[in-house]
């Protein structure tokens, strides 16, 4: 350091150097050895005159360091001058502008780095007349010991150019008197120590200087902070006080960039505060206190981020098992973390919102590393008078680092008598930090607390907020809740609590959690009651009225409002309180949204009129009866609710809601949000595109409208995906599944044409009193889960008079991605005694949706359950229906479902099945899944007077039941009825005098142990079909069948018979279309009148009827329907395959394609007078049969009459040797028309045709028959089959005669070494020895051939012609006798 220099002098002259400088370190120490620089030393200089005379330099610098923190202070210079008995003390702190490290923190024991002391050691007080600070010079005021040391500067005098402020400082017992005069401009720093007293000017110009107080100033009654200065208001110091931390002062005014900073627990007691320009007062926790408070535009009171620090605080962030935190909460809880806000628990709120003190909390952390954000301080500022229009924030800092949560909002206390201005009053939550994953980022802070009392706040027009802190990536639930701001006119005691999100969520209608949900604002004042003349709740604000975990103690805590107004976008939860809703708006408007939950109860006004705002119901509801609804408003009832309107102790049962009115219109929607909510109300009125819809519900009301385009609905609201009795079924082979199922079955969906993917969702639930959820439709493997369609809900109203213009509906919902399948119908049960109005009324399917790269298709769902009772429909010209859903290409449309109107004045009951002409591709149940049916599922009886199945619908029973028809079985020519699974259905019309004749208006299905009972005589019109597989006709005796239609009989069937296989009528009158019998199966009658175009076909079939008669262009025939080779081994006579290709044999021999087995044909068999057996097939390849020989007829009557055609002939089929004929049997007394009977064979192309097949025909009478009776061969394209056999025996003269005619022109293609299997001949293959005609006849080319495997066979006729083309070959063994032979021969 330097040394000491006293000079005492008359007459100091000269130009030179008087210093004493500390020594400088030496510079290039390694690292870890920098070394320090020396103080300065002390000069003193005593004069008898002035230093006029002297132009040199005194100097004490301190010597230079090796870095700012190893700079020496500099010394002191002491000059003292006596002229004319006047002395003049100055002393000069010099420095050579070295810059040190600003000291704000003093030990008291002189070891202050960089400073320069004067101390008791000259005495218990120093007066100077100039105090001189250059080049950053700074000195420090101190008492070595406890005595105190007082030091008195009149003038000072600073550097204002130099790099570093020069300063005063003063602690430990000095006492500094600066007395330069009333208005003081500072040339320094000044810093007021601890333990020490500093007496300042009256008013205090900080000039561009600071100002920190730790001690205690005295004096300065003025403060001017300004050009940037900083002022620190120490919670140690004091300013004209006694207390600590209390300054007093006339007037504070901050100008042009300057700082105040005031710490936790400083009371700021200035008579008027003024901040202007750009300047700052900083308030950690401190309380002002002023007559009059002044905030220009650009300054600022402010405590952003100086609350709580990072990961502190009763509200700070909580880092969840995810990589990201939440934000902290305070008046409004944080914001969530992820992208739907999965990591739901967020701290707790807390603080009060009548005088908030407590500061914000910071921010979470993360696992990525550092995080900085701190909540917002405390400010407590009471005034007289305030004008602000700069800025007032206690805002929560955002969370700074990758994943980081935002902090919390601080408080604002302000009690004034006047608030005016157009600034802003903010705490403020803080905005969420970073993430490398927006869908996965942090959560931001909480709005803090603002309370502002006042007499008048007319000419505020500025901002108050406290804001959720916004999450920059726009997911909503990671958005703070709003704080609270309350105000409160203390000359009204009016009370008004605003919660403001500013429009920033978190957008939701419902809180998952009481306490720490996220996103919402909490009250928490250790109160049992909140009373308000108004709640403001805006700009998105969840307002959650909650008794908090730390306040357990009031389990009855009430809030009261008078007033509750809002801009339609907050809300109110009312968790576990009473809250007393006096009123809204004037005209009981609703602006807010009003939650509550199961464990409150909420006094409503009498009549609420909600305008595009939301209710909420669960919990205790009192006192209200009248809800209007309109302009997108939006009403709730939950499970967990009721209402006692009567405030008698007599609550009502959870989920009944009784009001007296309800009306609702412009998009106006009434949710009964939970499964069995019940609304009770004396009128239901929906207007316009309001609606009333839930996912099951029950409405009980005197007066229910629905007009205009208003709806009640239950739509996609039942089982979801893949659940419900009637779920959709998945596919493993296929990437799609089935449609789900209720009152139809769900369709099933299609590989490929061939290849059905699964079986259907299934119908159940009851017809008359429908109350079960549709079922969810079946996602498949392409789109994953979540992308087929829920089932319908539950729809159940109950009024004296219904109007219906709109619609009620409960409507499977549709797949929502390609691929998957719809849901099914819901259930709408109606009982009403006036049904009105031009609506719908309905429960359709959901659609399915294609793929968008192949064929694969999502099914439709079945159609639901409807059940209207009504007494009075006379002005109802709506619609009720219940369709299946739809779908495209190889998926299948659901079935529909059912609708039931019972007429309870008439007690008329009706099934309504219609599927809006849609069929589901089902022909046939073969089991209870088969796909698209509706079936009745819960009874073992049905009664309905009517029956009506439209548009393709196809109706079953899944259980044995009996269903009485009473009056009327209707339709429109498109649906199927089936009967099957021991269902028995009994038509009581049938037996009525006006219903003799009965016209089927669908088609009928019967299967195995189904009955039913139809009335006498029934017309099968076209279009239709009757069907009877298997069970039971009964009551029919005549039946006709129109043209277009088909009627078949199946072998495991029968009509009013007794036996399977046995369908016995009075008479049939085919008059067109088809008649198919089974295999096996016989038709009895007296008459069969077959007409126009009308066939009877089968492959064996037995008529044993009267009168037949077969009219021109009619047919009774088995063309093609014997054996077939695919599902039976292709016959006796199957065709041969041995490098040719053979036509079936049977009568006679198949042709041969000329081949390396040139000449192999199938086997002949059958009998020639009771043929039995069908025709073989033809064939191609070894394995490859496409041409079916002729079936089986037999014919048993009294009159046979054919003008048309009887035939058993085989089917041609290009490529494949021809079938053979058939057999047919015809036994009448008489036989007369100009028809054809016939059992030819089938001709061939590339291959050869068929043999024919085998005719007899015994009759009495012949005389009016000039028709054919044949059995010729099928043309081959080289050989044609071989002729079969005519056998005519008259049964009164026993006259008996066989037929051989091949009809073919050409002779025979070679000599007959074959006996067994020539081609193109006939066989007569009855194992008998002997053989006797009154006439054989051989025409055509015929070979006849006996087959006698040997033995010795005689043929005998009395008469033998020809037309010499024909041949007959006896082999070894054979005896021909001819009675007569013709010269022709």
């Known amino acids: 350091s330097g040394g000491s220099i006293y000079i005492q002098v008359d007459q100091l002259i000269g130009s030179g150097k008087i210093q004493a400088h500390g020594g400088a370190c030496t510079l290039g120490s390694p690292s870890g050895y920098e070394g320090a620089g020396g103080g300065g030393g002390r000069i003193a200089i005593y004069t008898t005159t002035p230093l006029s005379s002297w132009t040199g330099i005194v100097t004490a610098y301190g010597g230079a360091g090796y870095d700012l923190t190893h700079n020496g202070a500099p010394g002191t210079i002491y000059i003292q001058s006596t002229v004319a008995s006047v002395i003049t003390r100055r002393i000069y702190i010099r420095d050579n502008n070295i810059v040190r490290v600003p000291q704000f923190t003093f030990h008291g024991n002189m070891s202050d780095v960089g400073s320069t002391y004067i101390t008791n050691a000259v005495g218990s007080s120093f007066t100077v007349d100039e105090l001189h600070l250059h080049g950053g010079g700074r000195i420090g005021f101190t008492s070595q010991g406890s005595s105190p040391f007082t030091f008195t500067a009149l003038k000072i005098f600073g550097d204002t150019t130099a790099t570093v402020s020069p300063q005063i400082l003063a602690y430990n017992n000095a006492v500094v008197v600066i007395n330069n005069a009333t208005s003081w401009i500072a040339p320094c720093d000044v810093i007021v120590g601890p333990g020490s007293t500093v007496h300042l000017p009256v008013s205090y110009d900080t000039n561009s200087f600071n100002l920190d107080i730790q001690g205690s100033a005295k004096g300065a009654f003025s403060l001017y902070p300004r050009l940037q200065s900083v002022i620190n208001f120490r919670v140690n110091g004091t300013l004209n006080s006694v207390t600590r931390g209390e300054y007093k002062l006339f007037k504070m005014q901050q100008s042009e960039a300057?700082?105040?900073?005031?710490?936790?627990?400083?009371?700021?007691?200035?008579?008027?505060?003024?901040?202007?320009?750009?300047?700052?007062?900083?308030?950690?926790?401190?309380?002002?206190?002023?007559?009059?408070?002044?905030?220009?535009?650009?300054?600022?009171?402010?405590?952003?981020?100086?609350?709580?620090?990072?990961?502190?605080?009763?509200?700070?962030?909580?880092?969840?098992?995810?990589?990201?935190?939440?934000?902290?909460?305070?008046?409004?809880?944080?914001?969530?973390?992820?992208?739907?806000?999965?990591?739901?628990?967020?701290?707790?709120?807390?603080?009060?919102?009548?005088?908030?003190?407590?500061?914000?909390?910071?921010?979470?952390?993360?696992?990525?590393?550092?995080?900085?954000?701190?909540?917002?301080?405390?400010?407590?500022?009471?005034?007289?008078?305030?004008?602000?229009?700069?800025?007032?924030?206690?805002?929560?800092?955002?969370?700074?680092?990758?994943?980081?949560?935002?902090?919390?909002?601080?408080?604002?206390?302000?009690?004034?008598?006047?608030?005016?201005?157009?600034?802003?009053?903010?705490?403020?939550?803080?905005?969420?930090?970073?993430?490398?994953?927006p869908y996965?980022?942090?959560?931001?802070?909480?709005?803090?607390?603002?309370?502002?009392?006042?007499?008048?706040?007319?000419?505020?027009?500025?901002?108050?907020?406290?804001?959720?802190?916004?999450?920059?990536?726009?997911?909503?639930?990671?958005?703070?809740?709003?704080?609270?701001?309350?105000?409160?006119?203390?000359?009204?005691?009016?009370?008004?609590?605003?919660?403001?999100?500013?429009?920033?969520?978190?957008?939701?209608?419902?809180?998952?959690?009481?306490?720490?949900?996220?996103?919402?604002?909490?009250?928490?004042?250790?109160?049992?009651?909140?009373?308000?003349?108004?709640?403001?709740?805006?700009?998105?604000?969840?307002?959650?009225?909650?008794?908090?975990?730390?306040?357990?103690?009031?389990?009855d805590v009430s809030l009261s409002v008078a007033r509750l107004t809002g801009d339609h976008t907050g809300a109110i939860h009312n968790w576990n309180g009473t809250m007393y809703l006096e009123s809204s708006t004037a005209d009981n408007a609703w602006q807010v949204d009003i939650v509550t939950y199961a464990d409150s109860?909420?006094?409503?006004?009498?009549?609420?009129?909600?305008?595009?705002?939301?209710?909420?119901?669960?919990?205790?509801?009192?006192?209200?009866?009248?809800i209007t609804q309109m302009f997108g408003s939006r009403s709730r009832f939950g499970i967990n609710g009721t209402t006692n309107n009567n405030d008698d102790g007599d609550d009502g049962v959870l989920g009944t809601y009784t009001f007296q009115t309800l009306n609702a219109n412009f998009d106006g929607s009434v949710q009964l949000e939970a499964p069995g909510v019940q609304l009770i109300t004396s009128s239901i009125v929906l207007e316009d595109t309001a609606s009333l819809w839930g996912p099951s519900f029950r409405v009980q009301s005197a007066v229910l409208k629905v007009l205009g385009n208003a709806l009640i609905h239950s739509n996609n609201l039942g089982y979801g995906e893949l659940l419900g009795p009637g779920a959709g079924r998945r596919s493993y082979w296929t990437t799609i599944g089935t449609g789900g199922g209720y009152g139809g079955h769900g369709g099933s969906c299609t590989y490929s044409a061939d290849l059905p993917c699964g079986d259907a969702g299934i119908s159940y639930g009851s017809v008359y009193w429908p109350r079960m959820p549709g079922s969810g439709g079946s996602d498949c493997s392409y789109q994953g889960a979540g992308c087929a369609g829920s089932g319908g809900g539950?729809?159940?109203?109950?009024?004296?008079?219904?109007?219906?213009?709109?619609?009620?509906?409960?409507?499977?919902?549709?797949?929502?991605?390609?691929?998957?399948?719809?849901?099914?119908?819901?259930?709408?049960?109606?009982?009403?005694?006036?049904?009105?109005?031009?609506?719908?009324?309905?429960?359709?399917?959901?659609?399915?949706?294609?793929?968008?790269?192949?064929?694969?298709?999502?099914?439709?769902?079945?159609?639901?359950?409807?059940?209207?009772?009504?007494?009075?429909?006379?002005?109802w010209t709506g619609s009720v229906e219940s369709w299946g859903g739809s779908a495209t290409h190889l998926a299948n449309y659901g079935g529909a479902g059912t609708v039931y109107l019972e007429d309870t004045k008439r007690n008329y009951k009706k099934l309504k099945v219609d599927n809006n002409q849609v069929s589901p591709q089902l022909a046939v149940i073969a089991t209870e899944y088969d796909a698209g049916g509706t079936y009745l599922t819960d009874l073992a009886s049905y009664y309905f007077d009517e029956i009506t199945l439209l548009g393709k619908a196809h109706l079953a029973s899944q259980i044995p039941t009996n269903i009485t028809v009473g009056k009327r079985l209707t339709g429109d020519y498109t649906a199927h009825l089936h009967v099957q699974n021991g269902t028995k259905i009994s038509t009581l019309f049938s037996s009525s005098s006006n219903m003799s004749t009965f016209e089927l208006p669908l088609s009928v299905d019967m299967y195995t142990l189904g009955h039913l009972n139809l009335p006498p005589h029934v017309?099968?019109?076209?279009?239709?079909?009757?069907?009877?597989?298997?069970?039971?006709?009964?009551?029919?005796?005549?039946?006709?069948?129109?043209?277009?239609?088909?009627?078949?009989?199946?072998?495991?069937?029968?009509?009013?018979?007794?036996?399977?296989?046995?369908?016995?009528?009075?008479?049939?009158?085919?008059?067109?279309?088809?008649?198919?019998?089974?295999?096996?199966?016989?038709?009895?009658?007296?008459?069969?009148?077959?007409?126009?175009?009308?066939?009877?076909?089968?492959?064996?079939?037995?008529?044993?009827?009267?009168?037949?008669?077969?009219?021109?262009?009619?047919?009774?025939?088995?063309?093609?329907?014997?054996?077939?080779?695919?599902?039976?081994?292709?016959?006796?006579?199957?065709?041969?395959?041995?490098?040719d290709v053979s036509g079936a044999s049977h009568g006679g021999t198949g042709g041969v394609d000329p081949g390396p087995s040139y000449g192999v044909t199938g086997a002949p068999y059958g009998s020639l007078y009771y043929p039995t057996m069908a025709g073989s097939t033809g064939r191609d390849q070894p394995q490859n049969f496409n041409s079916p020989g002729g079936g089986v007829i037999w014919i048993t009557c009294t009159n046979l009459t054919v003008h048309g055609r009887i035939s058993a002939d085989g089917r041609y089929a290009y490529g494949f040797g021809g079938g053979s004929g058939g057999s047919i049997v015809v036994q009448t007394s008489t036989l007369s028309g100009r028809g054809i009977v016939q059992v030819n064979g089938a001709p061939a192309a590339i291959a050869g045709g068929g043999g024919g097949g085998r005719l007899a025909v015994y009759y009495g009478y012949y005389d009016n028959w000039s028709g054919s009776l044949k059995a010729s061969g099928g043309l081959g394209s080289t050989h044609s089959g071989g002729a079969g056999t005519v056998y005519i025996m008259n049964t009164i003269t026993n006259y008996k005669t066989l037929?051989?005619?091949?009809?073919?022109?050409?002779?025979?293609?070679?000599?007959?070494?074959?006996?067994?299997?020539?081609?193109?001949?006939?066989?007569?293959?009855?194992?008998?020895?002997?053989?006797?005609?009154?006439?054989?006849?051989?025409?055509?080319?015929?070979?006849?051939?006996?087959?006698?495997?040997?033995?010795?066979?005689?043929?005998?006729?009395?008469?033998?012609?020809?037309?010499?083309?024909?041949?007959?070959?006896?082999?070894?063994?054979?005896?021909?006798?001819?009675?007569?032979?013709p010269p022709t021969l």
């Open 601 to 626: 109860t909420t006094y409503f006004p009498p009549h609420i009129h909600m305008q595009n705002t939301s209710i909420t119901f669960n919990g205790l509801i009192m006192g209200l009866t009248h």
């Open 1299 to 1381: 037929i051989v005619d091949r009809e073919q022109a050409l002779p025979m293609p070679f000599t007959v070494t074959i006996p067994t299997k020539t081609p193109f001949c006939t066989y007569l293959t009855d194992n008998v020895s002997y053989y006797y005609f009154d006439h054989l006849q051989l025409l055509g080319t015929s070979c006849l051939v006996i087959f006698s495997q040997g033995k010795a066979v005689t043929l005998e006729a009395a008469k033998f012609t020809g037309d010499i083309t024909a041949s007959i070959h006896l082999l070894s063994n054979h005896t021909l006798n001819i009675t007569s032979v």
């Open 258 to 437: 300057s700082t105040s900073r005031l710490e936790e627990g400083v009371q700021l007691m200035p008579q008027e505060l003024i901040l202007q320009d750009t300047s700052i007062l900083y308030n950690t926790k401190a309380q002002i206190t002023a007559t009059r408070i002044q905030v220009y535009c650009g300054a600022q009171i402010n405590a952003y981020g100086m609350g709580y620090k990072v990961d502190t605080g009763p509200g700070s962030g909580i880092m969840t098992g995810s990589s990201a935190s939440t934000g902290a909460s305070h008046g409004g809880a944080g914001g969530s973390c992820g992208d739907s806000g999965w990591c739901h628990v967020t701290p707790d709120s807390y603080g009060s919102l009548y005088y908030p003190d407590t500061p914000g909390s910071g921010g979470g952390l993360s696992i990525y590393g550092t995080c900085y954000g701190d909540g917002g301080g405390v400010i407590s500022m009471s005034a007289q008078y305030m004008t602000i229009n700069g800025t007032i924030t206690a805002d929560g800092s955002p969370g700074v680092g990758t994943y980081c949560g935002g902090a919390s909002g601080g408080s604002i206390l302000i009690q004034t008598r006047v608030l005016d201005g157009v600034g802003s009053i903010t705490a403020n939550g803080g905005e969420p930090g970073d993430s490398t994953n």
């Open 794 to 875: 539950v729809i159940e109203l109950t009024t004296t008079d219904l109007f219906i213009d709109g619609s009620v509906e409960c409507n499977g919902g549709d797949a929502v991605k390609s691929g998957c399948s719809g849901g099914s119908g819901g259930s709408i049960l109606i009982q009403t005694t006036s049904l009105l109005g031009v609506g719908s009324i309905v429960s359709h399917g959901g659609s399915g949706r294609p793929l968008v790269y192949d064929s694969f298709l999502g099914a439709g769902g079945g159609g639901g359950r409807i059940a209207v009772y009504y007494a009075n429909d006379t002005r």
């Open 1019 to 1139: 017309v099968v019109p076209g279009g239709i079909s009757l069907a009877v597989r298997g069970g039971a006709v009964e009551g029919v005796s005549n039946l006709t069948t129109l043209p277009s239609s088909s009627t078949y009989f199946g072998a495991a069937g029968r009509v009013s018979s007794s036996f399977r296989s046995r369908y016995a009528f009075h008479t049939l009158n085919i008059i067109g279309g088809t008649l198919y019998l089974d295999y096996n199966t016989t038709l009895s009658g007296v008459l069969c009148n077959v007409q126009e175009k009308a066939t009877i076909y089968g492959p064996t079939m037995n008529l044993s009827i009267t009168t037949i008669i077969v009219s021109p262009g009619a047919s009774i025939h088995a063309d093609g329907l014997g054996y077939n080779g695919n599902t039976d081994d292709g016959g006796p006579g199957v065709g041969m395959n041995m490098g």
């Open 440 to 555: 996965s980022g942090p959560g931001a802070g909480g709005g803090g607390r603002i309370a502002v009392y006042h007499k008048d706040i007319a000419g505020w027009q500025g901002l108050i907020a406290a804001y959720g802190g916004q999450e920059p990536n726009e997911f909503v639930s990671r958005n703070g809740g709003a704080g609270t701001i309350y105000l409160h006119n203390t000359d009204t005691n009016y009370q008004h609590l605003v919660v403001d999100n500013g429009g920033f969520g978190p957008a939701r209608t419902r809180m998952e959690q009481r306490y720490n949900g996220g996103g919402d604002t909490h009250l928490t004042d250790p109160t049992s009651s909140y009373n308000f003349d108004e709640i403001t709740i805006r700009g998105s604000a969840q307002l959650s009225f909650v008794t908090p975990p730390h306040n357990e103690h009031h389990q």
